[in-house]
């Protein structure tokens, strides 16, 4: 497709819109991992599997505030120490690590208190996000067009002019914390582990609001000007 050259007859406007808001997070994201540590393989492996039934039993609980729960890695493995001209094993290391989205923050902090209570047993997160198809997104779009027609007409009305037409709208990029999706839910994740300090009190998390940026650049017509 050939771009249409500006003529004095068509004079032509490029500029760029921005749009900016910041909203609620829509979703929270928090990563356990569990441990087990013994000198039998079956033992260590039945210990990890408790629990990490266990973890999965109270994000299960979440009910309808589960986005969604998937389990990333899992591994186990001996520890090898040296005795004498070789190596012995001296243990077996076992570790599950589940990922959950949560669409309610209402009883987050319990949750994330009763999961890093749990034996041998981290927490991570939360980080907060928009979901992909998040309204914002179309939200920051929209200011960016308004912002970028209202320019455009302030350099015609600069001229003693207005618009004549849109040529083209082309989008300079879109993003934010919750973009689908940099591995970044805004703000520096928290880390919790079990310490045996019995039922410890439910931390108060406050959702982090996020961030979103939309731009487009814009071109169009003016009718003459009378210079």
């Known amino acids: 497709m050939t771009q249409e050259h500006a003529t004095p007859e068509a004079p032509q406007v490029t500029v760029r819109g921005e749009g900016?808001?910041?909203v609620d997070p829509e979703l929270a994201r928090i990563?356990?991992?569990v441990s087990a540590r013994g000198t039998d393989r079956p033992a260590a492996l039945a210990d990890l599997t408790r629990r990490n039934a266990r973890v999965l039993d109270l994000l299960k609980a979440q009910g309808d505030a589960l986005g969604s729960l998937e389990t990333g890695s899992f591994s186990i493995a001996p520890e090898l120490g040296r005795r004498g001209r070789g190596e012995r094993v001296q243990a077996y290391r076992g570790r599950v690590r589940v990922t959950a989205e949560l669409t309610d923050f209402t009883a987050l902090?319990?949750?994330?208190?009763?999961l890093a209570d749990l034996e041998l047993t981290s927490v991570d997160g939360p980080w907060w996000a928009l979901r992909p198809d998040s309204s914002a997104y179309a939200e920051a779009?929209?200011?960016a067009v308004s912002e970028a027609v209202q320019r455009?007409?302030?350099?015609?009305?600069?001229?003693?002019?207005s618009l004549a037409s849109l040529l083209e709208l082309s989008d300079a990029g879109l993003g934010g914390p919750g973009m689908p999706m940099a591995p970044v839910f805004a703000g520096a994740p928290a880390a919790y582990a079990a310490e045996g300090v019995g039922e410890a009190p439910a931390l108060d998390l406050e959702p982090q609001r996020q961030t979103v940026t939309a731009e487009v650049v814009a071109r169009f017509t003016m009718r003459p000007p009378a210079l």
């Open 20 to 22: 900016r808001l910041e």
């Open 31 to 33: 990563g356990v991992t």
């Open 109 to 114: 902090g319990e949750l994330v208190t009763r």
């Open 141 to 143: 779009r929209r200011l």
């Open 152 to 161: 455009a007409r302030a350099y015609a009305e600069a001229l003693g002019t």
